[in-house]
């Protein structure tokens, strides 16, 4: 008879369990870059330069110029909970360094092929600690300049299960480029380098303000569309800058949150900022932010997370009430005429042809052309042209004539009464014997992505060259999820260049669409992007790029409608089917039979 254990619970060996704490502290390459990173700005550096090969798998490199270890404490450091950051439990309510926990580097070397070289001031040679899968160290006498370099050679190379779960080498380095982004953005006096492959990405020297840096990495226009943000109250300090609200935006980014200087997410603060803007963010938008926190270190947990990405607040009523009046504050004071917005054009009749909208112009002021009532049709028919044909004679062979829809219209032309337009916003129609109030963006939205996603199944979905190409100008982690997937967007009837290293020209786009805000356009795409590998249904992937081509394109509430144009979209969505939401989920109708409206009055 076998017999049982009477010990069923044992101590796991170090080798599994580092390998467990790297499964919490290294998720992914940008996870490696950031805990390096922190230590390196723990250490006082001034310059750090940061190189990767083939997004993190072969190669991620940090080198800098801090004060660097002497051979005993480069040992030290990789042993676990190794710090010279904490010296007792009381340290921990007052952390005001990045790096504290003492697991980052063995955790790191668990799972990889490691290497340490480093050199303090005051020694003659430096050390370099070496092991792959931080099993069995080597330490030897190396020169080496004055401050510490790690090498991280073949991540996961012991560690399969984990391999296989990396995204692309495009999408891995976009979340690099965004951890160091990060890093650079709240030290602007530290002087940052990324290299990829060989080719720098960016080298971001330092600056003497933090606008300076904003400018460095998100452009001067994002900068100009932005309000500045210094308010202090009990204790809490908060700058940076939130966006107008005539330039808030369709897709999150950026919103970015430091708090004493670290990157992290926290519902508390991100929730603040919506209710800030409350009826100045108009619906389906969303606000953009860089906010920076300074807030007594007793007061803020940074320990609730493994990679110290979530901090929890000891008053968080009080951050949110704060923070909230922070970001309204400008609001109140910046009034729409000091944007110098201008209202959008009426709906006059008299004839002119289509133009293309500037990408910095306001959602809300987007002109699609104006028409005679001949022609009003071609607002919502999809044109025919092919991109063969020049962009000088595109719009000739659009007329009331042409089929309208591409999807399966029903079997008989519906009734359509229009009865006017309610704030510019919603259709009040009669049609067949039903009155309906409907969503005049959301109903062209459902029109176009109908017509979108049947092109794209019968793979027949024709372009349209732009008469003057949109160059788009976009963050460094951003152009580099882009430029993977240009192949992909161009099936899909979007034909976009690389211009240069942060540049972007969007040259042609499905003639279905025609005029839309190409800027806020491409952001959605990019967030859309972002998923696509977590998505195995190539219909999933394809439905998320429609969805958001059709949304920019779809006519806006606030737009003025003219009757015919009234009736020409209604038609369409009723030919659709009368589908009852958009691609995104929002009601397109409220709907009442002539039953229940004679309920409501008394007649039945």
């Not at 569309?225 to 107008?244: C, D, K, V, W």
């Not at 007793?298 to 970001?327: G, L, Q």
């Not at 039903?434 to 459902?446: C, F, G, M, V």
């Not at 806006?556 to 659709?576: F, Y």
Request: aromatic letters at 6%.
């Amino acid at each position: 008879m076998k017999t049982e254990s009477l010990h069923k619970i044992q101590i796991l060996p170090e080798s599994v369990s580092s390998r467990i704490a790297a499964g919490e502290v290294v998720e992914r390459p940008a996870a490696v870059i950031k805990e390096l990173v922190d230590n390196s700005l723990d250490a006082g550096s001034t310059l750090i330069t940061i190189t990767v090969e083939e997004g993190g798998r072969r190669l991620l490199q940090v080198t800098d110029n801090g004060e660097g270890m002497n051979s005993h404490d480069a040992e030290l450091a990789c042993q676990r909970f190794a710090t010279s950051k904490l010296q007792s439990e009381s340290d921990l309510h007052t952390i005001q360094t990045f790096g504290f926990r003492g697991e980052a580097l063995p955790s790191i070397a668990s799972v990889s092929k490691f290497r340490l070289l480093t050199q303090a001031a005051d020694n003659e040679v430096g050390t370099e600690m070496y092991a792959e899968g931080g099993v069995t160290w080597s330490k030897q006498e190396k020169p080496s300049p004055l401050g510490t370099q790690i090498e991280i050679k073949d991540l996961f190379f012991n560690t399969p299960g984990r391999l296989k779960f990396l995204k692309t080498v495009g999408t891995e380095f976009s979340k690099i480029c965004l951890c160091v982004q990060q890093a650079a953005l709240v030290h602007h006096d530290v002087h940052v380098r990324l290299i990829h492959n060989g080719h720098t990405v960016f080298d971001f020297p330092e600056t003497p303000t933090t606008m300076d840096r904003i400018r460095q990495i998100y452009g001067t226009k994002l900068l100009d569309r932005m309000l500045p943000i210094n308010y202090e109250q009990s204790g809490l300090h908060i700058t940076g800058f939130s966006a107008s609200p005539y330039h808030t935006r369709s897709s999150r980014s950026p919103q970015e949150i430091f708090v004493n200087r670290r990157a992290v997410k926290n519902t508390t603060i991100t929730h603040a900022a919506y209710e800030a803007y409350g009826s100045f963010l108009p619906k389906g938008q969303h606000p953009v932010f860089i906010l920076f926190i300074d807030i007594p270190p007793s007061t803020v947990d940074v320990n609730v997370h493994p990679t110290k990405r979530e901090v929890r607040f000891s008053h968080a009523d009080v951050v949110h009430a704060i923070v909230k009046t922070a970001i309204r504050q400008p609001l109140k004071d910046q009034t729409l005429t000091n944007l110098g917005v201008q209202p959008a054009e009426p709906y006059t009749g008299s004839e002119s042809t289509p133009h293309h909208a500037s990408p910095s112009s306001s959602y809300r002021n987007i002109e699609y052309g104006n028409t005679t009532n001949e022609t009003v049709g071609s607002l919502f028919m999809p044109p025919t042209t092919h991109s063969s044909r020049s962009p000088e004679t595109a719009h000739e062979h659009t007329t009331a004539h042409e089929p309208r829809a591409l999807y399966a219209q029903t079997d008989h032309e519906p009734h359509v009464v229009s009865l006017g337009q309610v704030n510019q916003t919603f259709l009040v129609v009669q049609i067949d014997d039903q009155l309906q109030i409907i969503d005049q963006h959301t109903a062209h939205e459902r029109v176009l992505f109908e017509r979108l996603w049947d092109a794209w199944h019968k793979r027949a979905i024709d372009t349209q060259p732009l008469l003057i190409p949109e160059p788009i100008e976009l963050p460094s982690h951003q152009c580099e999820l882009l430029a993977e997937f240009l192949p992909e967007l161009a099936k899909l009837g979007l034909e976009i260049d690389r211009f240069g290293d942060r540049s972007f020209v969007i040259r042609a786009v499905p003639s279905i669409v025609g005029v839309m805000p190409y800027s806020a356009f491409l952001h959605d795409v990019l967030e859309d992007l972002a998923e696509w590998k977590s998505h195995d249904s190539i219909d999933v992937k394809v439905r998320a790029v429609l969805a958001s081509m059709a949304c920019q394109s779809a006519v806006q509430a606030g737009r003025l409608m003219s009757e015919p144009e009234i009736t020409v979209l209604v038609k369409d969505w009723a030919q659709a089917g009368q589908p009852m939401t958009c691609p995104h989920g929002r009601r397109v109708s409220l709907r009442f039979s002539t039953e229940e409206l004679d309920k409501i009055f008394g007649r039945a």
